[in-house]
Structures are given as C-alpha cells and as structure tokens.
C-alpha cells in the first residue's frame, strides 16, 4: 500500500524560510505525481503545488509563486517544497499527496495523504 509521510514543519518568522519533505513508500515513485496542499481551520483545502511524474512539469498557486519550490528525488523517493519569503497567512496543516497519474490542482484527485506537517509563521 502506498504511504506518504510529511517531515520539516514547524514555527519561523516573517521573511524566514522551511523546508518540506515527503517521502513515498510501498510504490514506485516514478509513477506518481505529488503535491502539496494546505488546510487551516474552517477553510477547504488549498492546492500550493504539484510536480509531474518526470519532474519536468511544476506548478504553483499564484499566492506562493516565486516564493516556494517544489522537487523530487528518484533516490530517496522524496518531494520536496522549499519555502522562503514566509509570510503570516501562509501558516496552516501543509499535506502531501500522491496520484498515479498527470499533476492536477484538485485535491479530490489524489489519492494518498500523508498526515500533515503544521507550518506557523509569526509576525
């Protein structure tokens, strides 16, 4: 069964960066693409970014373009989302997920999450 597990979270300032990872298991990570999504209290899930199954094809919400980085390691079967420039409103539950197919925004196409890493940025 494939499993995602989400490491790196934690609490930083403005202006500061972290550095998110997830890591896939009981799968080929070659046929999955992944992304992030983050979640705080009474609001849906937001789509923050994804990256294709090669790792060629990256994609960003605008509210963190520029500022976030997402990539992939084939030998440690391990995405990663760098986050710098962080700013207040960008503290939630960050997840990551996993789909055995094209990158999508949607969260109701991914079928495999991990249990979230919790992102606080003072001011």
């Known amino acids: 069964q494939v499993q995602v597990v989400e490491s790196g979270g934690g609490l930083v300032q403005t202006g500061g960066s972290l550095r998110l990872s997830c890591a896939l298991s009981?799968?080929?990570?070659?046929?999955?693409?992944m992304a992030w999504f983050r979640q705080t209290p009474g609001k849906e899930r937001e789509f923050v970014s994804a990256?294709?199954?090669?790792?060629?094809?990256?994609r960003y919400a605008n509210s963190v373009s520029g500022r976030f980085t997402i990539s992939r390691d084939s030998d440690t079967n391990t995405v990663t989302l760098q986050m710098s420039g962080l700013k207040p409103e960008d503290t939630a539950v960050y997840s990551c997920?996993?789909?055995?197919?094209?990158?999508?925004?949607?969260?109701?196409?991914?079928?495999?999450w991990g249990q979230g890493t919790q992102v606080t940025v003072s001011s």
């Open positions: 009981g799968g080929t990570f070659g046929n999955y693409a």
């Open positions: 997920a996993a789909r055995p197919s094209t990158t999508s925004l949607k969260a109701e196409d991914y079928g495999t």
């Open positions: 990256i294709n199954r090669a790792g060629g094809i990256k």
